[in-house]
Nanobody, 114 residues
Framework: VQLQASGGGLVQPGGSLRLSCAASGSIFGANVWSWYRQASGKQREFVARIVNNGATTYSDNVKGRFTISRDIAKSAVYLQMNSLRPEDTARYYC?????????WGQGTLVTVSS
């Protein structure tokens, strides 16, 4: 399974971005899509998750501002990010988990700055 993330860029505080991540390869069975982020000099941290039954989980830092969704037919996951803050600046990574294995995308850079 290979993942391709896109949608990052430079945005002003208070703005919005929508990240996308598409999977290619053999995908079957129950799976979990997640987004993580890593700011410069910091450890990678969990952002959001959507599991097989559609239930979602968010970190407290983004709850109420970010929304994770998926398109099963397209084998893709999205992260709608609203009310962005400078502290949201990071490289965002998608992760796809299936049958005990994790697959990571290459990351897409989000910079929130005026």
């Amino acid at each position: 399974v290979q993942l391709q993330a896109s949608g990052g860029g430079l945005v002003q505080p208070g703005g919005s971005l929508r990240l996308s991540c598409a999977a290619s390869g053999s995908i079957f069975g129950a799976n979990v899509w997640s987004w993580y982020r890593q700011a410069s000099g910091k450890q990678r941290e969990f952002v959001a998750r959507i599991v097989n039954n559609g239930a979602t989980t968010y970190s407290d830092n983004v709850k109420g501002r970010f929304t994770i969704s998926r398109d099963i037919a397209k084998s893709a996951v999205y992260l709608q990010m609203n009310s962005l803050r400078p502290e949201d600046t990071a490289r965002y990574y998608c992760k796809f988990s299936m049958r005990g294995s994790d697959y990571w995308g290459q990351g897409t850079l989000v910079t929130v700055s005026s």
